[in-house]
């Protein structure tokens, strides 16, 4: 395909699907291991994206009243942590001469987030209440199920439809017939009285019976996740205020064990290669291809964040409330660093607005409130920038810095919330202060079953080759056998 049609491709493609195995193993699992299939997705992809300019496209060169009216943007999480992708009907209007622009912004938004969050699923949310036949647009539709069926592999978790009235009925019989029976399972028609068996209420507006209270609004771009950064010691609550003097005694404690603990980080951090070669060769069994690593470290341009992708709390039977989030600077210069999450009300942030100097590793604890239990659709953001050596580290000049960094300059790495069911976690906690495998995802036990699934038809071909080389055989042998005999029956006759 490349050397057919190279012109046809953006570079930037070619040269990330050279280098990018999980964007290879998307195309992959969305096509069923088939290759000629995924050849062929890949293929209509690409040209698509060359077409869209998809790897160009910017607030900038689009039309400043498509995120101003609010009819596409990303808010909050389903009840499985996935991102929610919500498509307000009412505000779109059919007008051809604006299409191309709006597919654009589809386009803009999934880009984002797939550069965001590397990729990580989405959960479609259609929201068609006070919708009606004016705002049909089969056109758009189509576009917006062929970018996940054809253009965004393995980027669609479930469409959640709100109320569909019922003149887009027919219109919607119409659109099942493009999205092929896979995502056809995904169609998830929902009301006010269920909606939340997918949503929890926190993330619907009270329109959908939930309770939040987001409201969209732009400039500046819609970043909701993380509205609000956290204070030194996290918001205070009335619980905090009444906190045992017991509590107070052992976060003393566990504060002191860490100091102490603080030259082993430095060592595990630099001795992490060195650990997984040698878990590497203490197994005999062979890793299945992508599973994840046992000592996961997110390699920045500032700053090494460990663990690189989850924070693991315990749930209310386990009890663990506590996480560390190691920071290692790895310039010539200070890095100044702080943490915002999507549900400051629980959590206790030490230090949430610091600096890192170079060369050094800096521990970050992170603890629940009392009473408060991690979710799955919890986020925190590491955000981090250098300093100029002469620029003073005390909280007024941090203040300041962050009020003139240019975002371009800004280092962003997000963090997901992991709900541990054992006792044994499977994070770096507190209590050990150690790295261990974390729990494997869904997405990694897809991953698994679908190499197995490749391992078993390649050994059902195998097998069948088998058996037919096999019957082969035996009908050559008869065949022989039968050609011998006929022989020695000639061979007697003449003699007789």
């Given amino acids: 395909y490349f ?176 999205l092929g029976p896979d995502a056809i399972s995904m169609l998830k028609f929902t009301n006010k009285s269920d909606v939340q068996e997918y949503i929890s209420g926190e993330y619907l507006p009270p329109h959908m019976g939930g309770t939040d209270s987001f409201k969209y609004s732009y400039p500046p771009l819609v970043d909701d996740d993380f509205q609000t950064p956290l204070c030194e010691n996290g918001p205070i609550t009335s619980e905090d205020e009444h906190e045992s003097k017991e509590e107070v005694d052992a976060d003393t404690k566990e504060a002191g064990e860490l100091n102490e603990a603080q030259n082993l980080n430095q060592k595990k951090m630099n001795s992490i290669e060195q650990i997984s070669k040698s878990e590497e060769t203490d197994k005999t069994e062979v890793k299945p291809k992508n599973a994840k690593k046992a000592l996961t470290t997110f390699k920045g341009p500032l700053l090494h964040i460990s663990p690189a992708e989850e924070l693991h709390f315990g749930s209310k039977e386990t009890g663990e409330k506590k996480c560390l989030i190691v920071l290692t600077n790895v310039t010539k210069n200070v890095v100044a660093f702080k943490v915002r999450t999507t549900a400051p009300e629980k959590y206790r942030v030490k230090p949430s607005n610091s600096s890192c100097e170079p060369g050094t590793s800096l521990d970050i604890i992170v603890s629940l409130h009392g009473g408060f239990a991690a979710s799955l659709q919890d986020r925190f953001l590491i955000m981090a920038a250098e300093m100029d050596q002469s620029s003073g580290a005390g909280v007024p000049e941090l203040t300041q810095f962050w009020k003139e960094v240019p975002r371009t300059k800004v280092m962003e790495h997000r963090l997901r919330c992991h709900v541990i069911e054992s006792s044994k976690p499977s994070s770096l906690t507190l209590k050990d202060n150690a790295f261990n495998i974390p729990a494997k995802t869904n997405e990694d036990l897809h991953i698994q079953l679908t190499h197995l699934l490749q391992i078993n038809k390649r050994l059902e071909e195998q097998m069948n080759r088998c058996l037919w080389f096999q019957q082969l055989s035996v009908v050559l042998s008869l065949l022989s056998v039968t050609v011998a005999a006929f022989c020695f029956y000639l061979a007697y006759a003449q003699r007789s």
């Fill in 3 to 178: 050397l057919d049609k190279s012109n046809k491709y953006d570079s930037r493609d070619v040269e990330r699907l050279q280098q990018d195995d999980k964007w290879v193993e998307n195309y992959l699992i969305w096509r069923h291991d088939v290759v000629d299939d995924t050849l062929k997705m890949i293929d209509e992809s690409f040209q698509w994206r060359k077409e869209y300019t998809v790897n160009d496209l910017s607030e900038s060169v689009l039309p400043k009243w498509l995120f101003e009216i609010g009819a596409l943007f990303l808010h909050g999480y389903d009840k499985e942590g996935y991102k929610l992708f919500w498509f307000k009907v009412k505000h779109h209007t059919r007008d051809p001469k604006q299409q191309l622009d709006k597919k654009k912004l589809v386009a803009f938004w999934l880009e984002h987030y797939a550069k965001r969050d590397h990729g990580k699923p989405l959960t479609v949310v259609f929201d068609m209440a006070e919708t009606g036949i004016s705002h049909i647009d089969l056109d758009f539709v189509r576009f917006i199920v062929n970018c996940f069926t054809d253009y965004y592999p393995n980027f669609l978790t479930k469409i959640v439809i709100f109320e569909m009235p019922w003149i887009m009925n027919a219109a919607f019989k119409i659109v099942k017939g493009w």
